[in-house]
Protein backbone atom coordinates (compact mmCIF):
# COMPACT_ATOMS: atom_id res chain seq x y z
CA UNK A 1 0.00 0.00 0.00
CA UNK A 2 1.32 3.42 -1.05
CA UNK A 3 0.85 6.30 1.51
CA UNK A 4 0.89 9.73 0.01
CA UNK A 5 0.76 12.87 2.44
CA UNK A 6 0.77 16.31 0.85
CA UNK A 7 -1.03 18.60 3.28
CA UNK A 8 -0.66 17.17 7.44
CA UNK A 9 -0.77 13.57 8.33
CA UNK A 10 0.80 10.61 10.27
CA UNK A 11 1.81 7.40 9.56
CA UNK A 12 1.30 4.45 11.44
CA UNK A 13 4.00 1.83 12.30
CA UNK A 14 4.11 -1.21 10.06
CA UNK A 15 4.63 -2.02 6.44
CA UNK A 16 3.89 0.37 3.24
CA UNK A 17 4.97 0.36 -0.26
CA UNK A 18 5.91 3.66 -1.03
CA UNK A 19 6.08 6.44 1.26
CA UNK A 20 5.80 10.19 -0.38
CA UNK A 21 5.53 13.68 1.64
CA UNK A 22 5.42 16.89 0.51
CA UNK A 23 3.09 18.38 2.91
CA UNK A 24 4.00 17.69 6.99
CA UNK A 25 4.02 14.01 8.11
CA UNK A 26 4.71 12.80 11.62
CA UNK A 27 5.98 8.84 11.11
CA UNK A 28 5.49 6.30 13.94
CA UNK A 29 7.99 3.32 14.01
CA UNK A 30 8.86 0.95 13.20
CA UNK A 31 8.20 1.17 9.50
CA UNK A 32 9.08 -1.00 6.94
CA UNK A 33 8.71 -0.03 3.15
CA UNK A 34 9.79 -0.07 -0.80
CA UNK A 35 10.77 3.91 -0.82
CA UNK A 36 10.51 6.94 1.18
CA UNK A 37 10.85 10.16 -0.04
CA UNK A 38 10.13 13.69 1.64
CA UNK A 39 9.67 16.86 -0.24
CA UNK A 40 8.34 18.56 2.71
CA UNK A 41 8.81 18.17 6.64
CA UNK A 42 8.57 14.57 8.24
CA UNK A 43 9.31 13.65 12.23
CA UNK A 44 10.05 9.53 12.06
CA UNK A 45 9.88 8.14 15.72
CA UNK A 46 11.12 5.01 14.94
CA UNK A 47 13.39 3.28 12.51
CA UNK A 48 13.25 3.36 9.08
CA UNK A 49 13.94 0.14 7.03
CA UNK A 50 13.22 0.55 3.11
CA UNK A 51 13.84 -2.06 0.69
CA UNK A 52 14.90 0.87 -2.41
CA UNK A 53 15.91 3.90 -1.05
CA UNK A 54 15.02 6.94 0.96
CA UNK A 55 15.46 10.44 -0.17
CA UNK A 56 15.20 14.00 1.59
CA UNK A 57 14.85 17.31 -0.66
CA UNK A 58 13.05 18.76 2.87
CA UNK A 59 13.57 18.08 6.23
CA UNK A 60 13.40 15.10 8.23
CA UNK A 61 14.05 14.44 12.14
CA UNK A 62 14.78 10.38 12.21
CA UNK A 63 14.43 9.44 15.60
CA UNK A 64 16.27 5.90 15.59
CA UNK A 65 18.60 4.34 13.02
CA UNK A 66 17.27 4.48 9.07
CA UNK A 67 18.65 1.61 6.71
CA UNK A 68 18.26 1.56 2.86
CA UNK A 69 19.78 0.50 -0.64
CA UNK A 70 20.45 4.36 -1.59
CA UNK A 71 20.08 7.35 0.85
CA UNK A 72 20.05 10.64 -0.71
CA UNK A 73 20.32 14.16 1.49
CA UNK A 74 19.79 17.14 -0.81
CA UNK A 75 17.60 18.44 1.99
CA UNK A 76 18.34 18.55 5.67
CA UNK A 77 18.33 15.59 8.23
CA UNK A 78 18.87 15.17 11.74
CA UNK A 79 19.32 11.47 12.86
CA UNK A 80 19.32 10.18 16.00
CA UNK A 81 20.79 6.67 15.43
CA UNK A 82 22.79 5.28 12.40
CA UNK A 83 22.53 6.02 8.69
CA UNK A 84 23.08 3.04 6.70
CA UNK A 85 23.13 2.14 2.86
CA UNK A 86 24.11 -0.49 1.12
CA UNK A 87 24.47 1.17 -1.93
CA UNK A 88 25.53 4.91 -2.03
CA UNK A 89 24.86 7.49 0.57
CA UNK A 90 25.01 11.04 -1.08
CA UNK A 91 24.78 14.24 0.89
CA UNK A 92 24.85 17.83 -0.99
CA UNK A 93 22.52 18.65 1.84
CA UNK A 94 23.11 19.06 5.24
CA UNK A 95 23.08 16.14 7.84
CA UNK A 96 23.63 15.77 11.27
CA UNK A 97 24.06 11.50 12.66
CA UNK A 98 24.31 11.14 15.73
CA UNK A 99 25.44 7.53 15.12
CA UNK A 100 27.05 5.78 12.21
CA UNK A 101 27.23 6.40 8.43
CA UNK A 102 28.09 3.08 6.84
CA UNK A 103 27.64 2.82 2.86
CA UNK A 104 29.28 1.38 -0.22
CA UNK A 105 29.94 4.16 -1.82
CA UNK A 106 29.40 7.91 0.27
CA UNK A 107 29.73 11.23 -1.47
CA UNK A 108 29.11 14.52 0.59
CA UNK A 109 29.05 17.79 -1.46
CA UNK A 110 27.24 19.72 1.53
CA UNK A 111 27.59 18.91 5.09
CA UNK A 112 27.80 16.16 6.85
CA UNK A 113 28.52 15.15 10.61
CA UNK A 114 28.97 11.68 12.27
CA UNK A 115 30.67 9.07 14.96
CA UNK A 116 32.04 7.11 12.56
CA UNK A 117 32.01 6.48 8.58
CA UNK A 118 32.85 3.15 6.95
CA UNK A 119 32.44 2.50 3.14
CA UNK A 120 34.76 1.29 0.43
CA UNK A 121 34.32 4.72 -1.84
CA UNK A 122 34.28 7.90 0.34
CA UNK A 123 34.99 11.40 -1.24
CA UNK A 124 34.16 14.69 0.38
CA UNK A 125 33.94 17.75 -1.27
CA UNK A 126 32.20 19.64 1.56
CA UNK A 127 32.47 19.75 5.16
CA UNK A 128 32.77 16.49 7.70
CA UNK A 129 32.91 16.40 11.14
CA UNK A 130 33.59 12.96 12.28
CA UNK A 131 34.74 12.50 15.60
CA UNK A 132 35.91 8.63 15.47
CA UNK A 133 37.21 6.90 12.53
CA UNK A 134 36.70 7.49 8.84
CA UNK A 135 37.69 4.41 7.10
CA UNK A 136 37.37 3.18 3.40
CA UNK A 137 39.27 1.54 0.94
CA UNK A 138 39.48 4.64 -1.33
CA UNK A 139 39.10 8.04 0.40
CA UNK A 140 39.25 11.41 -1.60
CA UNK A 141 38.59 14.65 0.42
CA UNK A 142 38.54 17.93 -1.72
CA UNK A 143 38.86 20.87 1.28
CA UNK A 144 35.96 24.18 -0.04
CA UNK A 145 34.61 25.58 3.08
CA UNK A 146 34.95 26.02 6.79
CA UNK A 147 37.88 23.72 8.43
CA UNK A 148 36.26 20.00 9.11
CA UNK A 149 37.83 17.72 11.61
CA UNK A 150 37.98 14.01 11.77
CA UNK A 151 39.33 11.86 14.42
CA UNK A 152 41.22 9.28 12.83
CA UNK A 153 41.46 8.43 9.06
CA UNK A 154 42.03 4.19 7.65
CA UNK A 155 42.10 3.77 4.22
CA UNK A 156 43.91 2.06 1.30
CA UNK A 157 44.70 5.15 -1.14
CA UNK A 158 44.11 8.42 0.89
CA UNK A 159 43.65 11.93 -0.85
CA UNK A 160 43.23 15.26 0.64
CA UNK A 161 43.64 18.38 -0.44
CA UNK A 162 41.60 21.88 -1.12
CA UNK A 163 40.14 21.76 -4.18
CA UNK A 164 41.10 25.33 -5.04
CA UNK A 165 44.44 27.35 -4.55
CA UNK A 166 44.46 30.82 -3.24
CA UNK A 167 48.05 30.80 -5.58
CA UNK A 168 49.97 28.48 -7.72
CA UNK A 169 51.81 26.13 -6.05
CA UNK A 170 54.50 23.55 -7.38
CA UNK A 171 54.22 20.34 -5.93
CA UNK A 172 56.74 17.71 -5.45
CA UNK A 173 56.90 14.42 -8.55
CA UNK A 174 55.16 12.04 -5.64
CA UNK A 175 52.43 14.11 -4.88
CA UNK A 176 51.56 15.39 -7.77
CA UNK A 177 51.10 11.58 -8.77
CA UNK A 178 49.40 10.59 -5.65
CA UNK A 179 46.88 13.66 -6.56
CA UNK A 180 46.77 14.82 -9.61
CA UNK A 181 46.06 18.08 -10.79
CA UNK A 182 43.50 19.88 -8.11
CA UNK A 183 42.77 23.30 -7.85
CA UNK A 184 42.83 26.67 0.80
CA UNK A 185 41.09 24.86 3.75
CA UNK A 186 42.67 23.41 6.45
CA UNK A 187 41.48 19.45 7.56
CA UNK A 188 42.13 18.83 11.10
CA UNK A 189 42.67 15.07 12.39
CA UNK A 190 43.03 14.85 15.70
CA UNK A 191 44.82 11.15 15.66
CA UNK A 192 46.22 9.26 12.44
CA UNK A 193 45.79 9.46 9.58
CA UNK A 194 46.96 5.36 8.13
CA UNK A 195 47.08 4.12 4.53
CA UNK A 196 48.60 2.12 1.60
CA UNK A 197 48.96 5.10 -0.12
CA UNK A 198 48.66 8.97 1.35
CA UNK A 199 48.91 12.16 -0.39
CA UNK A 200 48.30 15.41 1.85
CA UNK A 201 47.90 19.28 1.99
CA UNK A 202 47.23 21.43 4.15
CA UNK A 203 46.46 18.79 6.71
CA UNK A 204 47.04 19.11 10.65
CA UNK A 205 47.88 15.53 12.28
CA UNK A 206 49.69 13.65 15.13
CA UNK A 207 51.10 10.42 13.06
CA UNK A 208 50.69 9.74 9.40
CA UNK A 209 51.63 6.14 8.80
CA UNK A 210 51.48 4.56 5.24
CA UNK A 211 53.73 2.58 2.84
CA UNK A 212 53.80 5.93 0.54
CA UNK A 213 53.58 8.99 1.78
CA UNK A 214 53.61 12.19 0.45
CA UNK A 215 53.23 15.71 2.79
CA UNK A 216 52.68 18.44 0.66
CA UNK A 217 52.35 22.68 1.77
CA UNK A 218 50.71 23.50 4.89
CA UNK A 219 51.13 20.27 6.97
CA UNK A 220 51.52 20.23 10.24
CA UNK A 221 52.11 16.63 11.39
CA UNK A 222 53.99 15.48 14.74
CA UNK A 223 55.38 12.31 13.25
CA UNK A 224 55.77 10.98 9.73
CA UNK A 225 55.95 6.69 9.60
CA UNK A 226 56.55 5.28 5.90
CA UNK A 227 57.90 1.71 4.59
CA UNK A 228 58.72 2.34 1.07
CA UNK A 229 58.78 6.11 0.13
CA UNK A 230 58.36 9.76 1.13
CA UNK A 231 58.19 13.09 0.14
CA UNK A 232 58.03 16.09 2.13
CA UNK A 233 57.64 19.58 0.82
CA UNK A 234 59.56 22.74 2.21
CA UNK A 235 56.23 24.38 3.12
CA UNK A 236 55.24 21.18 5.29
CA UNK A 237 56.01 21.67 9.01
CA UNK A 238 57.19 17.26 10.55
CA UNK A 239 58.30 17.08 13.34
CA UNK A 240 59.74 13.80 13.09
CA UNK A 241 60.10 11.04 10.01
CA UNK A 242 61.06 7.41 10.77
CA UNK A 243 61.24 4.95 8.42
CA UNK A 244 59.56 1.21 9.36
CA UNK A 245 60.15 -2.07 8.34
Not at 18 to 44: D, E
Not at 101 to 108: R, Y
Not at 158 to 170: D, F, L, N, T
Request: charged share 20%; glycine share 14%.
Amino acid sequence: MDMKISGSGTIAAGEYDNIRVSGSAKLGGPIRCLSLHCSGSAHCEGTIEAQKDIKVSGSAHFGQNISAQDIGISGSARIDGNCTGTGDIRISGAMRCDGDIKGNGITVSGSARAINIEGEDVMISGKIVCQGLLNAENIVIKMNGATSEIGSIGGSKISIYPERHHKKIVRLPLLSRLLGNNGRNDLVVKESIEGDEIGLELVTAKTVIGRVVAIGEGCHIDLVQYSEAVEISPDATVERQERIC
